[in-house]
Nanobody
Framework: QVQLEESGGGSVQSGGSLRLSCVAS??????????MAWFRQGSGTEREGVAA???????SYDDSVKGRFTISRDNNKRTVYLQINSLKPEDTAMYYC???????????????????WGQGTQVTVSS
């Protein structure tokens, strides 16, 4: 059972930045074979995909975060990152890291395509 642990969330003012990290452990295959993604879920909303990165490094972003969010991965550290810039109050949510055994293209931002989930890290943006 792959385990994912997120960190880096916090409370920031609008326009600020955060860098979220997600470290993977207890995986059977090489970490580099997993597609990774970040999702978020605000109060009373459904979980939505914000960014994904495949094993070849190709990325996908939700339109609402393009130009502000950047996903990256370091396979040696078994870590995926989400750099969040120009934060807005509507970005307030619990952010989750997820891993998929197979590249879920073309549905890389669909939570149903992912096999493993972390517990989440809270991001709160005040105006």
């Amino acid at each position: 059972q792959v385990q994912l642990e997120e960190s880096g969330g916090g409370s920031v003012q609008s326009g600020g930045s955060l860098r979220l990290s997600c470290v993977a452990s207890n995986y059977r295959a090489f970490y580099s074979t997993y597609s990774m993604a970040w999702f978020r879920q605000g109060s009373g909303t459904e979980r939505e995909g914000v960014a994904a990165i495949a094993t070849d490094g190709s990325t996908s972003y939700d339109d609402s975060v393009k130009g502000r969010f950047t996903i990256s991965r370091d396979n040696n550290k078994r870590t995926v990152y989400l750099q969040i810039n120009s934060l807005k109050p509507e970005d307030t949510a619990m952010y989750y890291c997820a891993a998929a055994r197979r590249d879920p293209v073309p549905m890389r931002l669909n939570p149903a395509q992912y096999n493993y989930w972390g517990q989440g890290t809270q991001v709160t943006v005040s105006s």
